[in-house]
């Protein structure tokens, strides 16, 4: 079964999705054990996948046998299967958490929430599997419409917010098939690596220069990268919790996946470093969003409203660290995309276990936090002091790379802005501790945690930001330093 495991890890969740509707069906108390297990399934061909690309090289797996460019190819090599591994462990953990949550939130939608779901995972697995840039397309639409209708069914502004995320992830498609289509126009191939090998002689061309310009600008939407990043603060914030921490700390992840594979696969890393300016704007544009993002999420009063203004920074930080086009950089944006996805796993998890017992994420309300919900307020505390860049937890590990990424290509005021956005994302969770922890309480407050269904993954993740900053060596070591392209 190992051999077909780069098909099975996106027909198992695909397959649960509509078996799950019929479960669902019969009995909704079967939806959440079946996703659960489904989804374990899926983690576990995601570990052998990750093994087999480090112990045997990239795999290359045909459906139905059809040789590329004709046949669609998944290939997966050392960055992909990294990213999968990501998306498939926190699919789960949000899968495990959002039994309590759901049932509070959402409870005559349970059986079409873990429906969707796990269309959404189908989707964005794919996206890092597949090696033809139609069928990337395909995946990403299948991921977004899932979002979009996770999104909507959360409370009051949700379904609005959802309206304005559909309508800008809209165009973000339509940038990115345009590109597909100019790019097949002029090689006749959708295939990657056929790509890869016509390209080099028509990178001159129009038409190629106007296909890049569509892939990025699409791209960019779609992981909310400033300016383009209107769409997302509401949608994060009135989606239903689960749905929050699971899109957070995945979508955006994947996205900058997609645009890693396209300037550095699809296109040479000379193209956006030589021919066009590219990596340099984008450089410029990180560093725009990651002081908007901070300075937006210090004006806010509710958590996962502050939370979603610091992912548009997160967001700056990786597509920052993948611009100064180095290996220090690269690494610190490849790093970055494994701790964000923890950060905010566990940041938005304990945001949603905070609705759930207090039923409000407003920060205000956090006094006293520290007696009546001891558990989470820790895990909120270290969270926090990873997503600042605190050492030894996960994010100082990633930011310094990417300081290091950024000083060695000379990019003086992007090492600064990073210094200075860790500053700013001090201040704002500065307030937050000092609510839970200093605040003067009138009275005496008893102990409600959340249910062990949401503690448990809320405490793999803030075990993770632990480990993962204390082996981040080995990770580098083991699979991030074959991901950097050649020439860095």
Known sequence: MSGHAAILIIVIPMLSSFINLLLGLRDKRLCYPFTV???GVSVFYSFVILNTVISEGTINYRLGGWAPPWGIEYVIDHLNAFIMAIVSFISLAVAIYSNKSIEQELPGKIVYFYTIYLLLVTGLLGITATGDVFNLYVFLEISSLAGYALIAIGRDKAPLASFNYVIMGTIGACFYLL???????VTGSLNIADLSKILPELYHSKVVLAAFAFFMVGIAIKIALFPLHVWLPDSYTYAPSAVSVFVASTM?????YAMIRVMFTVFEPRFSIEILPAANILGWVAAAAMVYGCTMAIAQIDLKRALSYILIAEVGYIVMGVSVANRAGFTGAVLHILNDAFMMACLFMT?????YKMGS????NFKGLDKKMPFTAAALTIGAVSMVGVPPTAGFFSKWYLVLGAIEAQKWTFAALLLLSSLLVAVVFFRIIQNIYFAPQDIRIERSEAPLSMLFPIYIMTAGLLLLGLFSGKIISGVIQFTVPGGF
């Open 37 to 39: 297990a489904a989804l």
């Open 361 to 364: 994420s407003n920060m205000q």
């Open 252 to 256: 955006t992840k994947v996205g900058a």
């Open 351 to 355: 945001a949603g276990a905070v609705v």
């Open 179 to 185: 590109g597909v289509g100019y790019l097949y126009i």
